[in-house]
Antibody, heavy 117, light 110 residues
Framework: QVQLVQSGTEVEKPGASVKVSCKAS????????IQWVRRAPRQRLEWMGW????????KYSREFQGRVTMTRDTSTNTAYMELSSLRSDDTAVYYC??????????WGKGTLVIVSS | QSALTQPASVSGSPGQSITISCTGT?????????VSWYQQHPDKAPKLMIY???KRPPGVSNRFSGSKSDNTASLTISGLQAEDEADYYC??????????FGGGTKVTVL
Protein backbone atom coordinates (compact mmCIF):
# COMPACT_ATOMS: atom_id res chain seq x y z
CA GLN A 1 0.00 0.00 0.00
CA VAL A 2 1.05 3.59 -0.52
CA GLN A 3 3.05 4.98 2.41
CA LEU A 4 4.70 8.32 2.98
CA VAL A 5 6.99 8.33 6.02
CA GLN A 6 8.17 11.72 7.23
CA SER A 7 11.09 12.71 9.42
CA GLY A 8 10.69 13.63 13.07
CA THR A 9 10.09 16.81 15.01
CA GLU A 10 12.53 19.66 14.45
CA VAL A 11 13.27 22.59 16.76
CA GLU A 12 15.05 25.52 15.12
CA LYS A 13 16.01 29.08 16.00
CA PRO A 14 14.70 32.09 14.07
CA GLY A 15 16.75 32.68 10.94
CA ALA A 16 17.81 29.04 10.61
CA SER A 17 16.74 26.51 7.98
CA VAL A 18 14.94 23.18 8.30
CA LYS A 19 14.85 20.23 5.93
CA VAL A 20 11.98 17.73 6.16
CA SER A 21 12.07 14.37 4.40
CA CYS A 22 9.27 12.22 3.00
CA LYS A 23 10.09 8.62 2.03
CA ALA A 24 7.63 7.01 -0.37
CA SER A 25 6.86 3.33 -0.80
CA UNK A 26 4.19 1.11 -2.33
CA UNK A 27 4.03 2.83 -5.73
CA UNK A 28 6.24 4.13 -8.53
CA UNK A 29 7.84 7.21 -6.97
CA UNK A 30 8.62 8.97 -10.23
CA UNK A 31 5.09 8.78 -11.60
CA UNK A 32 3.30 11.04 -9.09
CA UNK A 33 4.08 14.55 -7.88
CA ILE A 34 4.73 15.13 -4.18
CA GLN A 35 2.92 18.11 -2.68
CA TRP A 36 3.84 19.93 0.53
CA VAL A 37 1.18 21.45 2.79
CA ARG A 38 1.47 22.96 6.24
CA ARG A 39 -0.92 23.76 9.08
CA ALA A 40 0.12 26.28 11.69
CA PRO A 41 -1.59 26.21 15.11
CA ARG A 42 -5.22 27.36 14.85
CA GLN A 43 -4.70 28.14 11.16
CA ARG A 44 -5.93 26.60 7.91
CA LEU A 45 -4.13 24.16 5.63
CA GLU A 46 -1.72 26.07 3.40
CA TRP A 47 -0.37 24.79 0.09
CA MET A 48 3.39 25.27 -0.25
CA GLY A 49 4.29 23.71 -3.58
CA TRP A 50 5.09 20.48 -5.38
CA UNK A 51 7.90 18.55 -7.00
CA UNK A 52 7.75 16.14 -9.90
CA UNK A 53 10.08 13.33 -8.81
CA UNK A 54 10.38 12.17 -12.41
CA UNK A 55 12.18 15.23 -13.70
CA UNK A 56 12.71 17.45 -10.64
CA UNK A 57 10.33 20.14 -11.89
CA UNK A 58 8.98 22.30 -9.04
CA LYS A 59 6.30 24.90 -8.48
CA TYR A 60 6.16 26.96 -5.30
CA SER A 61 3.41 29.07 -3.77
CA ARG A 62 4.13 32.78 -4.03
CA GLU A 63 3.90 32.88 -0.22
CA PHE A 64 7.08 30.80 0.06
CA GLN A 65 8.92 31.71 -3.13
CA GLY A 66 12.53 32.48 -2.32
CA ARG A 67 12.47 30.63 1.01
CA VAL A 68 11.48 27.09 0.04
CA THR A 69 13.38 24.49 -1.95
CA MET A 70 11.95 21.09 -2.87
CA THR A 71 14.23 18.30 -4.03
CA ARG A 72 14.12 14.54 -4.45
CA ASP A 73 16.41 11.52 -4.43
CA THR A 74 15.11 8.86 -6.77
CA SER A 75 17.64 6.30 -5.48
CA THR A 76 15.88 6.30 -2.09
CA ASN A 77 12.37 7.39 -3.19
CA THR A 78 12.60 10.37 -0.87
CA ALA A 79 11.35 13.92 -1.32
CA TYR A 80 12.68 16.85 0.69
CA MET A 81 11.35 20.28 1.61
CA GLU A 82 13.77 22.88 2.92
CA LEU A 83 12.50 26.15 4.38
CA SER A 84 14.98 28.91 5.17
CA SER A 85 14.98 32.18 7.12
CA LEU A 86 12.63 30.62 9.64
CA ARG A 87 10.31 32.87 11.67
CA SER A 88 8.16 32.07 14.67
CA ASP A 89 5.08 31.97 12.45
CA ASP A 90 6.64 29.09 10.50
CA THR A 91 5.91 26.91 13.53
CA ALA A 92 3.56 24.33 12.04
CA VAL A 93 3.01 20.71 11.09
CA TYR A 94 4.37 20.11 7.60
CA TYR A 95 2.81 17.37 5.47
CA CYS A 96 3.84 15.69 2.27
CA UNK A 97 1.15 14.17 0.09
CA UNK A 98 0.99 12.26 -3.17
CA UNK A 99 -0.76 14.11 -5.97
CA UNK A 100 -3.18 12.20 -8.20
CA UNK A 101 -6.34 13.12 -10.12
CA UNK A 102 -5.97 16.80 -9.15
CA UNK A 103 -6.06 15.88 -5.46
CA UNK A 104 -3.81 14.78 -2.64
CA UNK A 105 -4.69 11.13 -2.23
CA UNK A 106 -2.19 9.87 0.34
CA TRP A 107 -0.60 11.87 3.13
CA GLY A 108 2.33 11.51 5.47
CA LYS A 109 1.66 11.77 9.20
CA GLY A 110 3.26 15.20 9.35
CA THR A 111 6.43 16.72 10.78
CA LEU A 112 6.23 19.27 13.57
CA VAL A 113 8.61 22.17 13.11
CA ILE A 114 8.98 24.50 16.09
CA VAL A 115 10.73 27.83 15.60
CA SER A 116 11.76 29.33 18.90
CA SER A 117 14.66 31.25 20.34
CA GLN B 1 -3.97 33.60 -4.32
CA SER B 2 -6.64 34.17 -1.66
CA ALA B 3 -8.05 31.27 0.32
CA LEU B 4 -11.37 29.86 -0.80
CA THR B 5 -14.30 30.92 1.39
CA GLN B 6 -15.88 28.36 3.70
CA PRO B 7 -18.18 28.85 6.71
CA ALA B 8 -16.18 28.70 9.92
CA SER B 9 -18.52 26.17 11.50
CA VAL B 10 -21.47 23.95 10.71
CA SER B 11 -23.35 21.75 13.15
CA GLY B 12 -26.04 19.12 13.02
CA SER B 13 -27.64 16.37 15.04
CA PRO B 14 -26.91 12.68 14.47
CA GLY B 15 -28.76 11.42 11.42
CA GLN B 16 -29.21 14.85 9.89
CA SER B 17 -27.62 16.13 6.68
CA ILE B 18 -25.31 19.12 6.52
CA THR B 19 -23.74 20.96 3.60
CA ILE B 20 -20.47 22.87 3.58
CA SER B 21 -19.98 25.47 0.86
CA CYS B 22 -16.71 26.52 -0.74
CA THR B 23 -16.76 29.70 -2.77
CA GLY B 24 -14.01 30.84 -5.07
CA THR B 25 -13.70 32.62 -8.39
CA UNK B 26 -13.67 31.80 -12.06
CA UNK B 27 -9.89 31.47 -11.74
CA UNK B 28 -10.04 28.61 -9.25
CA UNK B 29 -13.29 26.78 -8.35
CA UNK B 30 -14.95 27.85 -11.57
CA UNK B 31 -13.80 27.05 -15.06
CA UNK B 32 -12.25 23.63 -15.63
CA UNK B 33 -10.51 23.40 -12.28
CA UNK B 34 -11.09 20.45 -9.96
CA VAL B 35 -12.18 20.67 -6.33
CA SER B 36 -11.27 18.15 -3.66
CA TRP B 37 -12.36 17.86 -0.03
CA TYR B 38 -10.38 16.75 3.02
CA GLN B 39 -11.36 15.67 6.51
CA GLN B 40 -8.93 16.34 9.35
CA HIS B 41 -9.36 15.08 12.89
CA PRO B 42 -7.29 16.70 15.67
CA ASP B 43 -3.61 15.77 15.49
CA LYS B 44 -4.17 13.61 12.43
CA ALA B 45 -3.20 14.01 8.80
CA PRO B 46 -5.90 15.17 6.37
CA LYS B 47 -7.84 12.47 4.54
CA LEU B 48 -9.14 12.76 0.98
CA MET B 49 -12.94 12.52 0.92
CA ILE B 50 -13.91 13.84 -2.55
CA TYR B 51 -11.84 14.47 -5.68
CA UNK B 52 -12.59 15.91 -9.12
CA UNK B 53 -15.62 17.74 -7.66
CA UNK B 54 -17.84 14.69 -7.14
CA LYS B 55 -15.83 11.44 -6.98
CA ARG B 56 -15.34 9.38 -3.83
CA PRO B 57 -12.09 7.45 -3.27
CA PRO B 58 -12.39 3.75 -2.39
CA GLY B 59 -13.23 3.28 1.26
CA VAL B 60 -14.93 6.64 1.77
CA SER B 61 -18.51 6.32 2.97
CA ASN B 62 -21.24 7.11 0.43
CA ARG B 63 -22.68 9.46 3.07
CA PHE B 64 -20.19 11.98 1.69
CA SER B 65 -21.00 13.62 -1.64
CA GLY B 66 -19.66 16.57 -3.58
CA SER B 67 -21.11 18.96 -6.11
CA LYS B 68 -20.12 22.12 -7.92
CA SER B 69 -21.96 24.94 -9.63
CA ASP B 70 -20.22 27.95 -11.15
CA ASN B 71 -17.76 29.24 -8.55
CA THR B 72 -19.14 27.32 -5.57
CA ALA B 73 -18.44 23.73 -4.57
CA SER B 74 -20.29 21.89 -1.80
CA LEU B 75 -19.72 18.89 0.43
CA THR B 76 -22.79 17.18 1.86
CA ILE B 77 -22.63 14.74 4.74
CA SER B 78 -25.82 12.75 5.13
CA GLY B 79 -26.76 10.61 8.12
CA LEU B 80 -24.38 12.60 10.32
CA GLN B 81 -22.41 10.47 12.80
CA ALA B 82 -20.28 11.34 15.81
CA GLU B 83 -17.13 10.26 13.94
CA ASP B 84 -17.80 12.95 11.31
CA GLU B 85 -16.90 15.65 13.81
CA ALA B 86 -13.72 17.15 12.34
CA ASP B 87 -12.36 20.03 10.29
CA TYR B 88 -13.15 19.97 6.57
CA TYR B 89 -11.20 21.75 3.84
CA CYS B 90 -11.94 22.29 0.20
CA UNK B 91 -9.08 22.66 -2.25
CA UNK B 92 -8.95 23.73 -5.88
CA UNK B 93 -6.25 23.59 -8.44
CA UNK B 94 -5.84 26.99 -10.06
CA UNK B 95 -3.99 26.63 -13.32
CA UNK B 96 -2.86 23.01 -13.28
CA UNK B 97 0.30 24.04 -11.48
CA UNK B 98 -0.89 25.68 -8.25
CA UNK B 99 -3.45 24.84 -5.61
CA UNK B 100 -5.38 26.78 -2.99
CA PHE B 101 -7.19 25.58 0.14
CA GLY B 102 -10.30 26.95 1.78
CA GLY B 103 -10.30 28.47 5.23
CA GLY B 104 -11.67 25.28 6.78
CA THR B 105 -15.00 24.40 8.41
CA LYS B 106 -15.37 22.89 11.86
CA VAL B 107 -18.19 20.35 11.87
CA THR B 108 -19.82 19.72 15.23
CA VAL B 109 -22.18 16.84 15.88
CA LEU B 110 -24.64 18.00 18.52
Amino acid sequence: QVQLVQSGTEVEKPGASVKVSCKASGYSFTKYAIQWVRRAPRQRLEWMGWINPGNGDTKYSREFQGRVTMTRDTSTNTAYMELSSLRSDDTAVYYCARSASWAFDNWGKGTLVIVSS
Amino acid sequence: QSALTQPASVSGSPGQSITISCTGTSSDVGSNNRVSWYQQHPDKAPKLMIYEDTKRPPGVSNRFSGSKSDNTASLTISGLQAEDEADYYCCSNVNSRTWVFGGGTKVTVL
